[in-house]
């Protein structure tokens, strides 16, 4: 039942230490293999994956690099799927990382937030880890329609019946969801 958080990140060989997650550290894909093997071997079955890029000048005002198909999440996709067949892959679906003003949506010029520019780019975002071969998106942004608009997403694209979407409030409630922040 336990699915195993990994904070990815674009910096290829890096395992930055969290110090809010004892034992816990955002990893860049040289090192996801070798920290997931003993793992597996031990019977892990499910993974939820967070990118956190910390390279300069890769955050900008849509979260372009959070579905970018060289980007930390659908790398980490691709690279489990390749070493790990059978572990299930969950993504975390949010742009607040991958934005300059850190916010999960589109803003306008005056600062608030356009909601459907959001929820269109969020569905993207989730549409291309399905695409990428991740089997749950569950996004945490709190955009008004984005489940529809992610489902819709889906739908079009054919993976509907193959890709699960998990509710926010299924990740929130649990009572170790506060040290994602820092995550």
């Known amino acids: 039942m336990l699915i195993y958080p990994l904070f990815i990140t674009d910096e290829p060989d890096a395992e930055i ?4 997650l004892p034992g816990q550290k955002r ?17 892990l079955r499910s993974v939820i994956l967070f990118g956190v890029p910390v390279a300069p000048n890769v955050k900008d005002s849509t979260g372009s690099r959070a579905d970018d198909p060289s980007g930390p999440v659908i790398g980490a996709i ?3 799927k390749q070493h790990f067949p059978e572990i299930f892959i969950v ?4 742009l607040c990382e991958f934005t300059d003003h850190g916010h999960c949506g589109i803003l306008r010029e005056d600062g608030t937030l356009e909601n459907a520019l959001s929820v269109k780019r969020i569905s993207e975002v ?27 997403g889906l739908i079009e694209a054919g993976l509907a ?23």
């Open 126 to 152: 989730a549409v291309n880890y399905a695409k990428a071969g991740a089997h749950c998106v569950a996004p945490s942004d709190m955009m008004d329609g984005r489940i529809k608009g992610i489902k819709n």
């Open 78 to 80: 691709k690279l489990i």
């Open 91 to 94: 993504t975390d679906v949010c």
């Open 17 to 20: 230490t969290i110090n809010s």
């Open 161 to 183: 019946h193959k890709v699960l979407l998990m509710s926010y409030a299924a990740k929130f409630s649990g009572c170790l969801y506060g040290p994602f922040r820092e995550g």
């Open 27 to 43: 990893w860049g894909l040289n090192k996801l293999v070798p920290f997931l093997t003993p793992l597996v071997q031990k019977g």
